[in-house]
């Protein structure tokens, strides 16, 4: 098969990738191919079931058109320090700017006009001085919640509109493989429908998003991508009573904490804060199941939920991040027969596992009916579980009883994108015809960023059109 540009992966990356090509008047020939199903077809039982069935091929909550961050909590970060370190290979200002124009888009396609997080700044005024005496920085980060229900909508208006402007969406494609020649890609090589295919294309562009994070470091291995390990991430999902978090929930939707705690000093945040949200599970390829959060529009829980993660670096003589990372859920999952594990804070410090009956007794009750009580300890390593009871107990400062007994944590939390591309301002990597893009890149980090980098590949694309 031959085309102009083949895009690997439908997540933000590569559909806004599609998207901007067409809005300039692109009359190049696209190919998007997916892993998963179109966007309306992706359906997860555990609403019927009431438990992971651990669905395969794969799991429709990471993998389809829209990507996994859609069927999360669909939110969009509307500011350019959240997001990764795109705007430290584009510049601040650019970034920025094209996080505005792609909200326009956003907007165009039914997202809420609502921002979340600006309209109270006495209230913020008051967080920040909290989260300072506790040594903490505080980003309020302007927000738009599009909600897990909501976002499907979104994106199928948008997967429509690719193909009723010629698009073409390969879905159930698997990719093996580039294809190289002479220090230039060619194209790629599929799986489908247990039929290999190689498809051939002027200009490659790889956005497989979070979860191809690993399949990438792979291909770029084996065929001299310039690369280098990045930071990966290791931590728990948090989950308490909203009438906590109330004055947060209500002034900024989404407090994004920062800081450093002792001993080890290692960079800890929290991340995709869900107010009224629901804990949930996502399984990767290997039966690697990792805890998430969804937050909807209409569907709303008595608690708020979300992410404390831990960073960490490797270099000599280890350099396999995600395969660390990876150990550590495996661990986990190990010690919760296959669960997610669940346990109070409370125990955590007193030195035991959490008990059913403890839960049950609880003001906190698990949004994420089938997580297995026990002790996430037993698996979490000693660095990373020192600096998440640090940062805890300093966020209990800014939001006081967030540190108690009954605060639950789900393990394991992690975020695969620590592998990162080396490439140039133009987005240009050192293999001719070759782009890489979005989280899986480790550039971005969430809806926005991605998106905002697949604006900026189909303008580089359409201007080379032009030029």
Same mark, same amino acid.
């Given at each position: ?31 998007? $191919? ?33 990507? $996994? ?80 229900? =909501? ?29 190289? =020649? ?6 790629? !090589?599929?799986? #489908? ?62 407090? =994004? ?42 569907? =709303? ?17 280890? @350099? ?73 107990? $300093? ?8 540190? !108690? ?22 987005? @240009?990597? @050192? ?27 189909? #303008? ?8």
């Amino acid at each position: 098969m031959n085309t102009d540009i083949v895009i690997v992966g439908a997540g933000p990356a590569g559909i806004f990738t599609a998207l901007e090509l067409l809005r300039a008047g692109s009359k190049k020939k696209i190919i998007i $191919a997916e892993k998963g199903v179109a966007v309306e077809k992706r359906r997860c039982p555990k609403a019927q079931t009431r438990e992971c069935v651990n669905c395969k091929p794969y799991c429709h909550i990471t993998t389809g058109f829209s990507g $996994a961050g859609a069927f999360s909590d669909g939110k969009l970060s509307l500011s350019c320090e959240v997001g990764g370190d795109l705007p430290a290979l584009i510049g601040e200002n650019t970034a920025q700017a094209l996080i505005e124009y792609a909200d326009k888009i956003y907007l165009e396609f039914g997202a809420d006009e609502k921002v979340e997080g600006v309209s109270d700044y006495e209230q913020v005024k008051e967080i920040r001085k909290r989260a300072i005496q506790a040594g903490l920085k505080l980003v309020d980060c302007p927000i738009r919640h599009m909600g897990t229900e =909501k976002a499907q909508d979104i994106y199928y208006r948008i997967e429509r509109c690719l193909i009723e402007n010629g698009v073409e969406l390969m879905f159930g494609c698997e990719c093996d493989d580039l294809l190289l =020649k002479d220090g230039k890609c060619l194209g790629v !090589s599929i799986r #489908r429908g247990g039929e290999n295919q190689e498809i051939f294309a002027e200009k490659t562009v790889i956005a497989t998003g979070r979860r191809g994070a690993e399949w990438l470091e792979k291909i770029c291995a084996e065929n001299a991508v310039a690369h280098q390990p990045g930071t990966v991430d290791i931590g728990v999902r948090v989950e308490v009573r909203s009438e906590l978090m109330e004055q947060v929930n209500t002034a900024l939707y989404e407090s =994004k904490l920062i800081g450093y705690p002792r001993p080890f000093k290692n960079k800890v945040r929290t991340f995709c804060q869900n107010p009224g949200g629901f804990v949930s599970q996502e399984n990767y390829d290997d039966d690697l199941a990792v805890v998430n959060g969804h937050s909807y529009k209409g569907r =709303k829980s008595d608690n708020t939920n979300l992410a404390i993660l831990c960073s960490h670096n490797f270099s000599y003589p280890f @350099n396999q991040p995600i395969a660390y990372a990876q150990k550590v859920g495996e661990l986990t999952n190990m010690l919760g027969a296959g669960h997610i594990m669940v346990q109070r804070f409370g125990d955590i410090l007193d030195g035991k596992r959490t008990w059913e009956k403890e839960l049950a007794q609880s003001n906190v009750r698990p949004t994420l009916t089938d997580a297995v009580a026990g002790d996430i300890t037993a698996a979490m390593p000693y660095r990373s579980m020192i600096n998440i009871i640090n940062f805890i107990q $300093a966020v209990d400062h800014v939001v006081p009883g967030f540190a !108690s007994t009954e605060t639950l944590l789900y393990s394991p939390e992690l975020k695969f994108y620590s592998n990162r591309i080396k490439m140039d301002k133009e987005l @240009n990597t @050192n293999i001719a015809g070759l782009h890489c893009l979005g989280d899986s890149s480790g550039w971005t980090r969430g809806l926005m960023m991605a998106s905002v980098m697949g604006v900026l590949m189909g #303008r580089k694309l359409a201007a080379a059109e032009a030029g």
